[in-house]
């Protein structure tokens, strides 16, 4: 399995739906820029809320996919209580 990059997928959210600065960026988040700059550069990793945020004000929608049925899950079908 190839490893995934978690800043390089933050930096292409980012990049490709809104093109905010990483000042911008860390604004809306109401972080630091240097802490956005952190997380594209792996140098720190956001935590799970970071990262569903980032997405968030990127206009991305994070999926999981379900092996054993073949169904994509949105996060927010999972996080329905049982």
Known sequence: MREVS???ILKN???TNT?????EMGEKMSIADNTISSYERENSQPDFQTIVNYADICDF???MYNKKTNEEVTLEELSKEL
């Open 19 to 23: 093109n905010y600065t990483q000042k």
């Open 61 to 63: 929608e994070i999926k």
């Open 13 to 15: 959210m980012r990049n």
């Open 6 to 8: 978690i800043g390089n």
